[in-house]
């Protein structure tokens, strides 16, 4: 029998599309012989994974998971082609064991490509893989993220919900404070807050100086029209900057459930102090495709 070595199986991997475990087997089933194993793996099914791989994944779902201590929490979105499959119950197990996994990573999406598959053989690619071949929609884990508070609580919302924890538009707060349970109510409400207002930053400093001098210079231009002196003219920048940090840092926002005090003032009455947050919006920067379904349909059955 032939050698079965891993270059040989990652080739069968590129040209299929298949689970690590998948073409190591095609390849033991075909004594190595590369071409039987590729049509093994089709006559299996399981190569159809990598037909799907070049269409547009856009629709999916976003999860937000908490660890037991309410220490951790991590975002994953994974990405599917239409929303009829983020309904699908497999599609959402997955998902949910793909994210408890997430909590357990250094919070890098290489990592959690690479962590072991929460059930089976193979890594958490190699079930996507495998999830792609037995729905038979392109599917993509695209981002995660990880965030802790190892002195508070870390609260989730996510918005639009599909299922639990499960929606549209994820978020997590990470709040330090004396009082757990109250820390992590605090953190829901500016979790909801962060969803529907979809803040820049936490703070003014940590706000990226490219976007601030943008705006700057963008206001500095508008004022110059006004004819003012040039000492007016600092005084008006500056006041505009202070409205754009109003619009966009989460601390200096007004907070949706109490516009009469912004987001720091309402932590600092609930006696917590803000960590960082994080927001996934589902498909958010993908440019998605517009089929026409209809004429698509038509296509396939013209000549029939």
Known sequence: ??????????????????????????????????????????????SKAAKKSGRTAA????AAVLSDDGKKGALVELNAETDFVARNEKFQSALGQIANTALETDGTLEALQGAKAPAGD????????????????????????????????????????EAPNMG????LVALEGADADKTSEAGRKVAMHVAATSPASATTADLDPELVERERQ?????????GKPDNVIEKMIEGRLKKFYKEVVLVEQPFVMNPDQTVGQFLEEQGTKLVGFVRFTLGEGIDKEDDDFAAEVASMTSGS
């Open 1 to 46: 029998m032939a050698q079965i070595t891993a270059a040989l199986v990652k080739d069968l991997r590129d040209r299929t599309g298949a689970g690590m475990m998948d073409a190591k087997k095609a390849l033991v089933e075909n004594d190595g012989e590369m071409e039987a194993a590729v049509d093994w793996l089709r006559a299996k099914g399981l």
């Open 59 to 62: 629709d999916g779902l976003v």
């Open 122 to 161: 193979g890594t958490v690619n190699d079930m996507i893989t495998g999830l792609v071949a037995t729905i038979g929609e392109n599917m993509t884990l695209r981002r995660t993220a990880k965030i802790e508070a190892p002195n508070g609580q870390v609260a989730a919302y996510v918005h639009s919900a």
């Open 168 to 171: 549209k538009i994820g978020v």
């Open 218 to 226: 963008v206001l500095t231009d508008q004022a110059k029209e006004s």
